[in-house]
């Protein structure tokens, strides 16, 4: 069974900074491309961050570029969003995704894989 756990959440003030993890158990996805989605209440999911495969090509969305980092280790089956520069509007559930394609991916359709999620609450 294919299990993906996040960890690294929490409170913070805003301007502060958090990194979350996920690991991935069940599957190596050193070929695939991974991601983070995040969902605020009463709103859909949003994409965040993706990566590719080797961790050599990355991108972001527009509302957290300059702030947020997405990184991997292959050898350990996890990625991570490091997150600087927190505002309330980051509040939401973080989702971690791993990819059906070797390449970055920014839409949800494009991942198989998803983790339970876990709660960023940004104060003001």
């Known amino acids: 069974q294919v299990q993906l756990v996040e960890s690294g959440g929490g409170l913070v003030q805003a301007g502060g900074s958090l990194r979350l993890s996920c690991t991935a158990s069940?599957?190596?996805?050193?070929?695939?491309?991974m991601g983070w989605f995040r969902q605020a209440p009463g709103k859909e999911r949003e994409f965040v961050a993706t990566i590719n495969w080797s961790g050599s090509n990355y991108y972001f969305a527009d509302s957290v570029k300059g702030r947020f980092t997405i990184s991997r280790d292959n050898a350990k089956n996890t990625v991570y969003l490091q997150m600087n520069s927190l505002k309330p509007e980051d509040t939401a559930v973080y989702y971690c995704?791993?990819?059906?394609?070797?390449?970055?991916?920014?839409?949800?359709?494009?991942?198989?894989?998803w983790g339970q999620g876990i709660q960023v609450t940004v104060s003001s």
């Open positions: 995704a791993a990819g059906l394609y070797s390449n970055y991916q920014t839409s949800p359709g494009s991942y198989g894989y």
């Open positions: 069940g599957r190596t996805f050193s070929n695939y491309a």
